[in-house]
């Protein structure tokens, strides 16, 4: 036997591989936070923002002109708030629907969610639901969208109470097709409403309102602490479904919760905002370059990436154009795009 | 002691059957070999006995509890699987890899303590791959892979062990590897049962074969019992010899290629016994030429090859002496030849009519070839009556050889 045999191997344990990814990232975070909050059509110093926010956040009193407050509170910060939460939600989203789908090129509009949410968003604008339900016409409908493609999306792939993972795509494909295509047909009798539709297909974050946003963040944050539970059998799934099973994992159960909360997660990503590109399916990527393919850093890491590069694409989305605003959503594609395609580079390169 | 037992299971995909009432058990401190051609339900059996693939009909215990009420944790803790699904790519390394093993041990979370962590490096050690700890997955061969998704199950820290097909792809040294691991783990108490392809692996180191033939279990018992040409030819529909190795364990060998319908080539009759003429009987036949032999003992191994390829031959009884019959059909055959072969047989008062039938072919002035290797006076066990027949065979023109290759040219400048 070798003299080393009774020291063990390097190896770094999981809780100080995840101080250590959040003590980098958080901080990453709270700066895009603040560059997002300080750059904007009106300049306002960073230390106004600071005792804005700081004032806010304590329950105190700003002691700023009530307008600035006003527009670095309901305005900024609310904005600034929505793309953390969505670009978390889409990067954790992405990356949970990459391992459980053993696939890389896996997002989380993949399976239809985005599609049927347009489809209940663009019904809504035709039918000018938008003051309905307490002024979240748009995003209930949106939700509606989402959650009835994904009933269907199961329905059609489940075989004697097991859904394959073929059969999970397949189906996500057609029943989203079908969406996409109900989206068309809202789109072409819905007259001078068309624009609105249209803009709300290439998501945008200036929809930012604290009550929304509140939605947001209830479906948002309990679904991926939800889903971060699951980090570690998806871990296991990565070995193949048959190998998971034989490890003690109840990997029938594990799939459909993971693709009900997963669904449910991108939902509320897509409801209020509309579809923004790229971010489910590139943070990942970048997430397990640098923390590797452990679920239980991983998805941390792609959600505290994915907050922050939202904020920092809908802060240039805002501001960088001297024609005026253009949607996040585009801005997204135009990096993402190039990007993804030089991680697949990079891949086969080596 | 634990044992895993299948008792008379049917399973079906769909609705097509592929196992039927099959009963098998597996216990603590046994290899046990699943063999059979393929499709013959092999996979299926191991899917049924690692809770994968619920049977329709019949029942599996583990420890006398029925495997799928159990839930899914509690089997792994006692049973772990080594699939034939290749290790995942994704960039773990091999011990973030083999910690998985331990997740039956641990909460949800899979928050591993450093006692895992010794047990998982423990496991590296005992498949001997310690070094490969830190290696990304990726970048091992698939025989270390194949010892590191081993370590894996090991950490598992089961009782009973199941691998499909654990020595499929691999080198033949990184097989007999993977054997002898088997059976160093059987050794410390493990129960063992390995789908294996390979029939000879499956006999020369299993206590234990099963083999497998449409969906039921044909044969089970020792290697000697079920590894039978009898059985091969029934499940695998071919002719193989069977022979034991010196442990005393079966070993097959397949007859060479199949014998090529003889295309106006010569005629070579080997006059041969005891293993001297099987190897060229399956070179010549494959060669395509028309090969003959005799006079062979039933139950010799040259017989055997004959038989297996099909040759025309003249057969005597077990252990007999060559008969007057025989004699003179075996002067007939050898007469008819183009060429005649006398392989370096040991002789005795049996068979040493076979050395007068190869000098009167070489007296008729056939073409006559012996091998003069080993020497013919170390094989006379006739009182000098095999030497002083191969001086007259040289008297007689015909031609001494010293190896196969040697002969093959010879042959090969006739034609």
């Not at chain 1, 959040?22 to 300080?38: D, E, Q, R």
């Not at chain 1, 998971?244 to 109840?250: D, I, P």
């Not at chain 1, 397990?288 to 590069?309: K, Q």
């Not at chain 2, 023109?397 to 400048?413: D, K, M, Q, Y």
């Amino acid at each position: 036997m070798a003299a080393s045999a009774p020291g063990l191997p390097h190896h770094r344990a999981l809780i100080p591989r995840l101080l250590g990814t959040l003590a980098v990232l958080v901080p990453v975070v709270l700066m895009a936070a603040g560059v997002s909050l300080a750059i904007g059509a009106a300049d306002i110093p960073l230390r106004r923002i600071a005792s804005c926010v700081f004032a806010h956040l304590t329950g105190g009193r700003s002691h700023l002109p009530p307008e600035t407050d006003l527009l670095i509170w309901n305005v900024r910060a609310s904005r600034v708030v929505l793309g953390a939460l969505v670009g978390m939600a889409l990067a954790v989203a992405g990356g949970t629907f990459q391992g459980l789908l053993r696939n890389p090129l896996a997002d989380p509009y993949l399976i239809g969610v985005s599609a049927g949410a347009g489809a209940g968003a663009a019904f809504a604008l035709m039918r000018h639901l938008q003051e309905a339900a307490w002024g979240l016409g748009v995003p209930l409908f949106a939700f509606l969208g989402a959650a009835v493609t994904m009933a269907g999306v199961y329905a059609l792939a489940q075989v004697r109470g097991k859904v394959p993972m073929e059969a999970f795509i397949l189906a996500g494909v057609v029943v989203g097709s079908f969406m996409w295509s109900l989206v068309t047909v809202f789109m072409s009798v819905a007259g001078q409403d068309l624009g609105s539709i249209v803009f709300w297909l290439m998501g945008r974050l200036e929809v930012g309102e604290w009550r929304q946003v509140g939605v947001v963040a209830a479906l948002a944050v309990p679904s991926a602490l939800i889903l971060y539970g699951y980090a570690h059998q998806l871990n296991l799934l990565t070995l193949g479904e048959e190998a998971a099973r034989q490890s003690g994992v109840e990997v029938e159960r594990l799939k459909v919760r993971v693709i009900l909360v997963g669904s449910l997660l991108t939902a509320a990503a897509v409801c209020l905002t509309g579809i923004i590109g790229f971010v489910g399916l590139v943070i990942p990527h970048i997430a397990r370059r640098l923390v590797g393919p452990d679920h239980r850093v991983l998805l941390p890491a792609a959600g505290l990436i994915g907050a922050a590069f939202l904020m920092l694409a809908d802060t240039v989305a805002r501001s960088a154009f001297s024609f005026g605003e253009i949607p996040v959503g585009v801005i997204t594609s135009l990096l993402g795009a190039p990007f993804f395609c030089y991680l697949l580079r990079a891949r086969s390169g080596g | 002691m634990a044992v895993l037992a299948a008792s008379r299971v049917t399973a079906a995909y769909l609705d097509a059957p592929v196992l039927r009432e099959v009963s098998l058990a597996v216990s603590s401190g046994e290899l046990l070999a699943l063999v059979g051609p393929n499709g013959s339900g092999k996979s299926t059996l191991v899917r049924v006995l690692s809770r994968v693939l619920r049977p329709q009909s019949g029942e599996v215990t583990l420890d006398g509890q029925p495997l799928y009420r159990l839930e899914g944790r509690a089997v792994a803790r006692r049973l772990a699987v080594v699939g034939q699904e290749p290790a995942p790519g994704f960039g773990f390394t091999v011990l973030e890899l083999v910690l998985m093993g331990r997740s039956p041990h641990l909460g949800r979370f899979g928050l591993e303590r450093r006692r895992d962590l010794e047990i998982a490096a423990q496991a590296l050690e005992r498949v001997g791959a310690g070094d490969l700890a830190g290696r990304s997955v990726a970048a091992t061969s698939g025989g270390e892979r194949q010892r590191v998704m081993i370590a894996r199950a090991l950490a598992q820290e089961p009782e009973l062990l199941i691998l499909d097909e654990p020595t499929a792809h691999l080198d033949l040294n990184h097989q007999l590897e993977i054997m002898g691991l088997l059976c160093r783990l059987r050794d410390e108490g493990l129960g063992v049962l390995a789908v294996l392809h390979d029939l000879n692996l499956a006999a020369s180191y299993c206590d234990r074969v099963a083999l497998m033939h449409q969906g039921r279990v044909l044969a089970e018992g020792k290697p000697g019992e079920v590894i039978t040409a009898e059985h091969v030819r029934r499940t695998y529909g071919m002719e193989v010899l069977v022979r034991e190795s010196p442990a005393g364990r079966p070993y097959l060998t397949t007859p060479g290629p199949a014998p090529q319908p003889h295309s106006g080539r010569l005629h070579v009759h080997l006059i041969c016994g005891a293993g001297t003429g099987e190897g060229l009987m399956g070179t010549l036949a494959g060669a395509g030429y028309r090969v003959s032999a005799g006079v062979l003992n039933v139950e010799d191994s040259d017989q055997a090859a004959a038989e297996a390829l099909g040759l025309e031959r003249i057969e005597e009884a077990p252990f007999s002496p060559i008969s007057d019959e025989s004699h003179a059909r075996h002067l007939d055959l050898a007469g008819a030849a183009d060429a005649v072969v006398l392989l370096p047989i040991p002789v005795g008062s049996g068979n040493v009519r076979n050395l007068e039938a190869a000098l009167t072919a070489a007296r008729a002035g056939r073409p006559v070839f012996y091998f003069t290797e080993p020497p013919p006076v170390e094989r006379d066990f006739a009182g000098g009556e095999a030497t002083r027949l191969h001086a007259e065979l040289l008297a007689a023109g015909a031609r001494p050889v010293a190896t196969s290759a040697e002969l093959i040219a010879a042959l090969e400048r006739m034609a």
